[in-house]
């Protein structure tokens, strides 16, 4: 302090303790003063913030409780366990066909469809009719309203079953026949019971029945594999299954991390790593962010004029849904991985170059193994975001109904969120209302396991310095 | 500037390490003189007057700034010169032309000539790879990569090609570990990882890996700046060692360094070589007012 004892603002330079401390107390004051304001500030923002991120999880828990309330009985479905017995009387078609000595192939061709068409006359309901009798003798009187109780599709299955084994025929064997979708829904009262007859879907004697079976345990609530195991059906609702949609999306989520991920990442250590900044790949930088935000209906549109006007690709077909959706993802891959190309830091870069490591060795040894849990996180993320998408897959003919499981990427099939948007859409309404739930529950379960996966392997990757 | 020179230069190394304990002993008699002494050391050993990196002419643009505004220098084989001077200097700027790190660096021009063993290391012709295998850089933060110990320091070997087998590797990698001066502490756990060592060791690691391509100059930019008044000395007395082998270069914001480790020290201003001296000269008749108002701390 002395030596600055020339310059004017020291003036009062006699020291007064009794001023200093006065002016201390006038300082703490003042900050004390507006410590409140800053402390009430700090708090209001604190409050606003946990506010929000109750209302948020209010929301979620609020959505994920009401699907799984919605969905959750629909994994449960009405069936019976009948003892069927293959009455050989009934099934009256003959023995199978053995092709004789001497026969040609095309006269034992025309025998054996002729045995089918007998079997597709056998009255199978009978069959599954009778069997309920033997269950439940009391069922003779009823035999009219019987065969409105099971779906209907379940004569068929028997079929089938003879079909594939004619050694069935004169045996007795219990099977489990699925109930019919209009008495999952009345015995689950989805259904107002209240409502007069001709707004009901069954008749009265038939709802009458189904209680008096659900009471006598005859009819039960037990766990539908069918809903995993079969595709999506019309004609006997009770028997829709994901199957279809579920081996579609699985195609298409290949196709994507096939085609996607390899040219999205290569792509981006080009431009991140390799390519000269210029004009040229500022260009394609801004158009790659663009094309991330470009609607995903879009990309329906570009898929149905490229793939199936031009290239003349199979409608409907998971390979065309998995190239739109390809298409849809790169923006993303390329941008996440770009942005975990530039986290590592530049000293490791500097640390390979200055050993003489080439670019390529530098990018290859060192730059590429430290990004490599965020190149996963964003690529899974980039998978899970196109295994929930609807809109492009509408363009391309994915929307329709398809019947049967797709073995290959080229077969007809729809997607998980395609059949959710179908089921929610069917007329069928109080038991597609269940049946949308449990198809949102599955696609929400493997979202949820994608992400899970994404943080595990970031969890397991990542390298600290 | 072949392959062959770094192979030869390996091969001396070798014989060099076979003496070994006489190497440590070395080392250990010097131990006491990192102790600040800001008087600079008489010259340690005989200067030899073959140049090893000339620059003539050398100007480094970024972009439209000048940075270097032409520099002619001489640096002498096997002698430890040191750059100073203040922040944004150019001293950095240059020192990173020498293995053309600057090639990393977007709108970084050079121009002018800078030649190792009289070859123009910006003729087109001339692969950077070889160039940075026989220049090598240690950096101002410690930058092992986040492997083990052993692999950062197979890493150049084994990149280059210049281990027979796996016990040549090891070998290598025990020997720059041990001119590096953490082959003792390190040696039990060479499997651990290079990023859990103290900053000091860190530092060092990177030593180790830069040598172990056998480079015939180190350039260390502000090698101690992050590190603790003892893991420097130890670095400054492996400098001294290690010039008994290699030209080293090293840029430094402490006085004290330069004058402890240094032959020769140049000092830099505003992208201008002041002057460049012998160590003893520069820290007490310095030709230059500059570097006298800069070294007795008037500014910078």
Redesign the interface.
């Known amino acids: 302090m002395s030596t600055s004892n020339t310059s004017s603002p020291m003036d009062q330079n006699v020291f007064d303790p009794k001023a200093a401390a006065e002016s201390r107390e006038r300082r703490k004051q003042v900050i004390q003063k507006s410590l409140a304001k800053r402390h009430r500030k700090e708090k209001a923002f604190r409050y606003a913030g946990l506010s929000a991120v109750v209302i948020g999880l209010a929301f979620v828990a609020l959505l994920f409780s009401s699907i799984l309330a919605k969905g959750l009985p629909a994994f449960w479905q009405t069936s019976m366990n009948v003892p069927i017995y293959f009455d050989p009387k009934v099934i009256d078609a003959g023995p199978v066909p053995v092709r004789t000595q001497g026969e040609t192939p095309a006269h034992y061709q025309e025998r054996y469809v002729d045995w089918q068409t007998k079997m597709g006359m056998v009255d199978w309901d009978g069959i599954i009719v009778n069997g309920m009798i033997a269950k439940d003798p009391a069922l003779a009187n009823e035999r009219d309203y019987l065969s409105s109780l099971y779906a209907s599709s379940e004569a068929y299955r028997l079929r089938d079953m003879v079909f594939a084994d004619p050694s069935l025929i004169g045996k007795k064997e219990n099977i489990n026949f699925l109930g019919d979708a209009n008495v999952d829904v009345w015995l689950k009262g989805n259904i107002d019971r209240s409502l007069p007859d001709d707004q009901q879907q069954l008749e009265p004697e038939v709802r009458k029945l189904a209680d008096e079976l659900k009471a006598k345990g005859v009819l039960e609530n037990t766990f539908n594999l069918n809903l995993f195991k079969n595709p999506d059906s019309r004609s006997s609702p009770a028997i829709s299954g994901l199957a279809g949609a579920f081996m579609g999306s699985l195609f298409m989520m290949l196709i994507v991390i096939i085609i996607a991920i390899p040219i999205g990442v290569a792509s981006a250590i080009y431009l991140e790593e390799f390519a000269p ?1 210029n004009i040229v790949t500022d260009i394609i930088e801004v158009n790659i962010n663009n094309l991330a935000a470009v609607p995903s209906i879009v990309f329906g549109l570009l898929g149905a004029a490229i793939f199936i006007g031009w290239m003349h690709l199979p409608l409907s077909a998971p390979l065309v849904g998995g190239l739109v959706l390809s298409l849809m993802t790169l923006p993303t891959v390329i941008i996440t991985t770009r942005a975990s190309l530039k986290a590592v ?1 530049p ?12 670019k390529f ?1 530098t990018i290859f ?2 730059v590429l193994p ?1 990004a490599l849990p965020g190149i996963m996180t964003g690529s899974i993320i980039g998978v899970a975001h196109a295994l929930g998408e609807t809109a492009p897959l509408l363009l391309i003919g994915m929307s329709a109904f398809v019947a049967s499981i797709p073995t290959t990427p080229f077969d007809q099939s729809t997607a998980l969120p395609v059949q959710v948007y179908l089921w929610q859409g069917n007329e069928l309404r109080n038991f597609f209302e269940g049946r949308t739930a449990a198809a949102i529950i599955v696609l929400l379960a493997l979202m949820i396991g994608l992400n899970s996966l994404a943080i595990w392997l970031r969890k397991k990757f990542e ?3 | 500037m072949n392959t062959i020179d770094i192979t030869n230069s390996l091969e001396k190394d070798k014989l060099v390490n076979t003496e070994q304990s006489q190497f440590t002993d070395k080392s250990q008699n010097h131990g006491t003189s990192y102790v600040s002494h800001f008087e600079p050391q008489t010259s340690k050993k005989q200067n030899s007057t073959e140049i090893k990196i000339s620059a003539q002419d050398a100007h480094v643009y970024y972009g439209d700034f000048e940075a270097i505004k032409g520099i002619d220098l001489d640096i002498y084989k096997n002698e430890v010169i040191a750059f100073i001077g203040p922040s944004g200097c150019g001293k950095s700027t240059f020192l990173r032309t020498i293995n053309r790190m600057n090639d990393t660096i977007d709108g970084c021009r050079v121009t002018g000539k800078i030649t190792l063993d009289n070859h123009n290391i910006y003729d087109p012709n001339l692969d950077v790879v070889l160039l940075r295998a026989q220049v090598g850089m240690v950096f101002q933060k410690p930058n092992p990569f986040p492997k083990t110990i052993f692999d950062n320091v197979a890493y150049g070997p084994k990149l280059h090609g210049l281990a027979r087998d796996k016990y040549d590797l090891e070998e290598i990698v025990e020997n720059s570990l041990r001119k590096a001066g953490l082959w003792e502490e390190v040696k039990d756990r060479l499997n651990q990882p290079g990023t859990g060592l103290s900053g000091g060791q860190q530092q060092r690691l990177c030593i180790a890996r830069t040598i172990a391509v056998s480079p015939e100059v180190i350039l260390m930019d502000e090698p101690c700046s992050a590190l603790d008044p003892i893991a420097t000395a130890k670095i400054e007395e492996l400098i001294s060692d290690l010039s008994e082998q290699y030209t080293i270069v090293i840029v430094t914001h402490s006085m004290q360094q330069a004058a402890r480790v240094s032959d020769r020290t140049a000092y830099f201003h505003l992208g201008d070589l002041i002057e460049v001296n012998s160590t003893e000269k520069v820290f007490t008749q310095p030709d230059h007012q500059l570097t006298e108002a800069y070294i007795t701390g008037r500014f910078g």
């Open positions: 900044k830091p000293s490791i870069r500097q640390a390979a170059l200055g050993l003489g490591a080439s060795q040894h060192h430290l390298v600290r310095w």
